[in-house]
């Protein structure tokens, strides 16, 4: 079984940046294909952006052209980094997994939180 753990998440005034990472443990990164979802308070859980396993990216509109995500599989690790913040990017952000051929993300990390302070 996969595990995740988020990190990397903080306070930031609007229009600074912050990484987030995603360590992988348990089962070669390879194997999945890895997204980030976000959820503010009193909002569902949205997603974020995504990484395919052979490196193909897909992002929220929201979040397109100032979030890139990306992974490293000889880390084991998966990175989101935030550029250009607004205050509606205030959420807790967790990492999923979606293993090759599964359909869904069906491992998730325990969240980070990011604030963005106006």
């Known amino acids: 079984q996969v595990q995740l753990v988020e990190s990397g998440g903080g306070l930031v005034q609007a229009g600074g940046s912050l990484r987030l990472s995603c360590t992988v443990s348990g089962r070669a990164l390879s194997r999945y294909g890895m997204g980030w979802f976000r959820q503010a308070p009193g909002k569902e859980r949205e997603f974020v952006a995504a990484?395919?396993?052979?490196?193909?990216?897909g992002y929220a509109d929201s979040v397109k052209g100032r979030f890139t995500i990306s992974r490293d599989n000889a880390k084991n690790t998966v990175t989101l980094q935030m550029n250009s913040l607004k205050p509606e990017d205030t959420a807790v952000y967790y990492c999923?997994?979606?293993?090759?051929?599964?359909?869904?993300?069906?491992?998730w990390g325990q969240g980070t939180q990011v604030t963005v302070s106006s």
């Open positions: 999923a997994a979606q293993l090759i051929g599964s359909g869904n993300f069906g491992s």
């Open positions: 990484i395919s396993s052979g490196g193909n990216t």
